[in-house]
């Protein structure tokens, strides 16, 4: 049964939320900023206004800067914490793919290292994140009439929209066609993708007439990013030329209905996008006999082969690949010294006898491995409990496992932006031990050439999940078409505070919609009094 209520607001960006929400997935703050700096998209110059792209109160906006993803700045993990407003180590969402060791399941609702879309249909088709994600979505806790038109975390949401699979598959298969196709990409699928969602909007508003929360998200500009030549252009192509006339038929289907003026329009975005290079030597892959697989085996431990399913459990290592990051899952192979038996992965590994070596070895193959050297920025660890709560993770300097901070004190790497804070929240929490036991930081920094960057996938043109600007930087923009940016920055700041980010979302919409803000999960995010400043978890 539909709820009813007063339209409050809509939320416009890669995931969509409350009132009108636009979630728009892959476009980081630099590219949105560009795009508006270009002049190509009229329709949001009219609904934002006047304003130079670089400052942050436009005539009928509030656009922060400065907004940080979560860790790792990636699609799942990262449009799960905006639609519960928990990071990865209570939301229990750990990446695009991840493994639970309380059940021995590999997880992949958007599969790198593995093959096979099935955990991605099972996320519409079988509510497949109801099962995984352990936080209360903002359609749950406003508890008015919404809709949700192709967001994955859904639960609560009066109507549903969902993608044809056929549509989904098409747009997924062309980023498989395209590695290594020089021409002019066919924007087709990711814009028929990003189309069908748009019309799906447009039809349950017809049908059922105007939520109070409407929340779009819009899939295609990532998937194209990932392998468009010249990538970093391509994202103002796809913008101008397929986001901006779709969001605009949806901010008119408000306007004929008398409702635009009086809604809150939010923006937001999962990540951004950095420039790789497709080359095989770029992508560190998935041979279990070669590259960081292969030296997991090499010293000794029986790794699960890359498939989402496997016939039996007697593996010790587990890897999941996030882009930037790798995580990998250790074992406590004192329960499964004998090759066919299945380890207790309740247990975690032993610090001296199994943790350390396996660092010291993976830090002399940085150093000097003929293939494998200088592809890896840190590798990162922490004492493991297995299902218990996980201490910190630290960065292992060739000696010791040391504090992050000390680390970066005597070590300043300002491009990691918020490191500490944001690792904190991705491993410290109920939940903390999906994010692995070690944690492998692929080399891609922003200051080095294309041909020096490397990320763990296959080949790709651009990749994201760093906790560099240009990945973790997110669109956030709050919007009023019928008042003033001053009035939309009084509001949010007096919702989420001056520095919001990527946890501010759900808050922000529920104190849009006039919803008591349960002060537990906001406390639970926050490791710190100060802490996750960019990212949102104000006190």
Same mark, same amino acid.
């Given at each position: 049964m539909l709820r009813t209520g007063s339209l409050r607001w809509l939320l416009v960006g890669g995931a969509v939320l409350a009132g009108l929400l636009l979630a728009i997935d892959g476009v980081g703050d630099d590219a949105f900023r560009e795009i508006l700096s270009e002049g190509r998209i009229p329709e949001l110059r009219g609904l934002l206004g006047a304003a130079d792209p670089q400052s942050e109160l436009w005539d009928h906006a509030w656009a922060p800067k400065g907004a940080l993803s979560i860790l790792p700045s990636t699609t799942f993990a990262a449009w799960t914490s905006v639609f519960t407003g928990s990071p990865v180590a209570v939301t229990g969402v750990a990446g695009n793919e991840w493994y639970d060791r309380a059940s021995d399941r590999f997880l992949a609702p958007a599969p790198v290292s593995v093959s096979g879309y099935g955990d991605a249909v099972r996320v519409y088709s079988e509510g497949f994140m109801d099962e995984w994600l352990a936080e209360p979505t903002p359609f749950e806790r406003a508890d008015v009439r919404s809709y949700a038109v192709f967001v994955v975390q859904h639960r609560g949401a009066d109507i549903l929209v969902q993608p044809d699979f056929s549509v989904l598959g098409e747009a997924t298969a062309a980023v498989a066609r395209e590695i290594g196709n020089? @021409?002019?990409?066919?924007?087709?699928?990711? @814009?028929?993708? *990003?189309?069908?969602?748009?019309?799906?909007?447009?039809?349950?508003? *017809?049908?059922?007439?105007?939520p109070d929360l409407l929340a779009v998200y819009l899939p295609g500009i990532n998937l194209h990013m990932h392998v468009a030549p010249g990538s970093a252009h391509a994202r103002v192509d796809y913008f101008a030329e397929v986001v901006g006339p779709l969001i605009w038929s949806i901010l008119e289907a408000y306007r004929e209905r008398r409702a635009l003026e009086d809604t809150w329009v939010v923006f937001v975005s999962d990540h951004g996008h950095t420039p790789v290079s497709e080359a095989e030597r770029n992508a560190l892959g998935t041979n279990p006999d070669e590259g960081w697989p292969g030296i997991i085996e090499e010293v000794g431990w029986r790794l699960r082969p890359f498939e989402?399913?496997?016939?039996?459990?007697?593996?010790?290592?587990?890897?999941?690949?996030q882009g930037a990051f790798a995580n990998l899952y250790l074992a406590d192979r004192s329960t499964c010294q004998a090759d066919d038996d299945a380890c207790?992965?309740?247990?975690?590994?032993d610090l001296e006898g199994d943790l350390l070596?396996?660092?010291?070895?993976?830090? @002399?193959?940085?150093?000097?491995?003929?293939?494998?050297?200088g592809t890896l920025d840190l590798i990162l660890s922490r004492e493991s409990h297995g299902l218990d709560s996980a201490g910190p993770f630290r960065i292992w300097d060739g000696n010791s496992l040391r504090p992050v901070g000390d680390y970066l004190e005597a070590n300043p790497r300002p491009d990691l932006l918020e490191f500490e804070d944001r690792l904190q929240a991705m491993g410290e929490g109920p939940l903390g031990h999906r994010a692995g036991d070690i944690l492998l930081l692929?080399?891609?920094?922003? @200051? *080095?050439?294309?041909? *020096?960057?490397f990320y763990f996938s296959g080949p790709y043109r651009s990749w994201h999940g760093s906790p560099n600007a240009w990945d973790s930087q997110i669109l956030w923009i709050l919007a009023r078409p019928g008042g003033f940016g001053s009035d939309a920055r009084v509001q949010g700041m007096e919702l989420v505070g001056e520095r919001p980010g990527q946890l501010d979302i759900t808050p922000l919409v529920l104190g849009l919609l006039s919803v008591d803000v349960d002060p537990g999960p906001q406390a639970r995010r926050s490791p710190s009094e100060d802490g996750l400043r960019g990212l949102g978890g104000h006190p």
């Open positions: 020089d @021409e002019v990409l066919d924007l087709e699928p990711y @814009e028929a993708l *990003d189309r069908q969602a748009v019309v799906g909007a447009l039809a349950a508003l *017809d049908e059922h007439g105007l989402r399913e496997v016939s039996d459990s007697t593996h010790q290592a587990v890897l999941a690949y207790d992965w309740s247990r975690g590994p070596p396996l660092l010291q070895r993976r830090h @002399e193959v940085n150093q000097d491995h003929p293939d494998l050297a692929a080399r891609m920094r922003i @200051e *080095d050439p294309i041909a *020096d960057r």
